[in-house]
């Protein structure tokens, strides 16, 4: 076999930088190395695998074929090594794991802290975006396992259901509809007459509360788009707007008095997290362990999500 997985290396080097000179410095190589060696795995090939255009190297048709099968092969080789890493020759953990904000913020922390009770060797890498960022990271290979809190539209990614969560309307106790709903269930029209404090696109938060809301509401005003739900939930408790948040993202503000859930005639607002990983993913007995783990600190009995009393 004339192919190897380090030109493969360099190959996914330079599809992501787009040039030999930067993915010399990924791998590391010199910089003629680096072109010698794609051009040895083009020979092999017999393809072209980017078209030149003045110092970008820019994937085509073929190098497009060839990537997601790249990174799948070299998904592969890292697990094997990843098996026979510790000194008993037992399977080692080390996984990857991408999560978008409210789950790697709220959700993760006693699952991944009961996960290092029960395997103290595992190593865990967790990164935190929002579900754009965490899909684009599964399909590039770079997470082993995505959890996402919004609707995942690629068609090469396996999508797991996982646990429900429940979205809530909250404003700070003094905002006008506070008083307003001690009177009775607020209306769509009240409810789109105010400002909102809304997600940046791409934010699974943002695609739901737009997906659940527009059907029942003519219209939501957004007085501030902002990165994080930390900073919407605050934002809110300053009276600045409403914000549609998950139930244990508020939870905190809503015990200390800050922010108040409020009642309205809209029906019960609820979203599906959802594990996910590349279809063509190698799925390890350690990441197998790992999803089950999450499906059980998850069931009805460890439910991180409750309503505040």
Not at 50 to 68: E, H, Y
Not at 238 to 252: A, K, T
């Amino acid at each position: 076999m004339r192919l190897t997985l380090r030109q493969l290396e360099i190959f996914r080097a330079i599809a992501h930088t787009g040039s030999t000179t930067a993915a010399a410095q990924s791998v590391p190589l010199s910089q003629s190395a680096t072109s010698a060696a794609l051009l040895e795995l083009e020979r092999v090939l017999g393809a072209r695998l980017f078209d030149r255009i003045g110092k970008r190297l820019l994937l085509n048709d073929n190098g497009r074929a060839l990537l997601p099968t790249a990174l799948a092969v070299l998904d592969g080789a890292r697990h094997l090594e990843a098996a026979f890493a510790s000194a008993d020759g037992s399977s080692f953990v080390d996984l990857r794991l991408s999560a978008s904000t409210t789950i790697g913020n709220y959700i993760l922390p006693p699952v991944l802290a009961r996960y290092r009770e029960l395997c103290p060797a595992a190593r865990l890498e967790l990164k935190i975006g929002n579900t754009r960022t965490v899909v684009m990271a599964v399909r590039e290979f770079a997470a082993d396992l995505g959890l996402i809190e919004g609707p995942c539209h690629a068609s090469d990614l396996v999508v797991m259901p996982w646990i429900e969560d429940e979205l809530v309307i909250a404003a700070s106790v003094d905002h006008p509809l506070a008083a307003a709903a001690r009177r009775g269930r607020l209306t769509p029209r009240q409810l789109s007459r105010a400002l909102w404090l809304l997600r940046e696109p791409g934010s699974g938060t943002r695609e739901t509360v737009e997906r659940i809301l527009l059907p029942h509401l003519p219209a939501i005003h957004s007085a501030l788009t902002l990165g994080s739900s930390e900073s919407i939930k605050n934002s809110a408790a300053e009276g600045i707007g409403l914000c549609c948040l998950s139930r244990c993202v508020v939870q905190d503000l809503v015990a200390a008095g800050r922010l108040c859930v409020l009642p309205t005639r809209l029906p019960r607002l609820t979203r599906r997290f959802t594990l996910i990983h590349h279809d063509r993913k190698v799925v390890s007995d350690s990441l197998r362990r790992f999803i089950a783990h999450c499906r059980e600190m998850t069931g009805p009995e460890n439910q991180p999500n409750r309503p505040v009393m």
